[in-house]
């Protein structure tokens, strides 16, 4: 088994974010969705538009996120627009809700244990690559949510 690189800086700074990821040496391929978590109203753990802004600029990529399935500044596309506004993401990017128009797109899980379907924004296709930009988090209710809950590779 081939071991795994780890990237490791310091000093966290927009600078940095894109010093490791053109460490990688990958390119992200046509037009890059950009997943981001636009947090929650009132809450502050979340990465912050401008500190994204370097990262986002150098991969040419769009700022997307979805509708949550819960109640809050986000179940609604109106709602999260607003939110997206009031927490700057749409002043320094074009943003997609991938989901503000249904119906959403099903990806097939062959061989699926526990899950056979995934339902995702149908906006999805509309993109060739994605980066994902979030923190890793502990919800009281639900467990843990970061990268996984949002992520899915194209066909």
């Not at 966290?12 to 992200?28: A, H, R």
């Not at 399935?69 to 986000?74: K, Q």
């Not at 061989?111 to 060739?128: C, E, F, T």
């Amino acid at each position: 088994m081939e071991k795994s690189k780890v990237y490791f800086t310091r000093e966290i700074s927009p600078e940095n974010v894109v010093k490791m990821f053109s460490l990688l040496e990958k390119q992200l391929p046509g037009k890059v969705a950009v997943k981001v978590h636009s947090g929650e109203e009132g809450n502050q753990n979340y990465i912050r538009p401008d500190f994204m802004k370097l990262i986002v600029d150098y991969v040419k990529g769009t700022v997307v996120e979805c509708n949550t399935a819960y109640e809050g500044a986000r179940n609604t596309t109106e709602k999260h627009i607003k939110l997206m506004e009031d927490h700057e993401w749409s002043k320094y990017f074009t943003v997609d809700i991938m989901d503000a128009e249904g119906p959403d797109d099903i990806l097939e899980i062959p061989n699926g244990k526990v899950i056979q379907k995934n339902y995702v924004g149908k906006n999805l296709k509309n993109y060739d690559s994605m980066l994902v930009l979030s923190h890793f988090k502990g919800h009281p209710m639900g467990g843990y949510g970061g990268v996984c809950k949002s992520c899915v590779d194209k066909p």
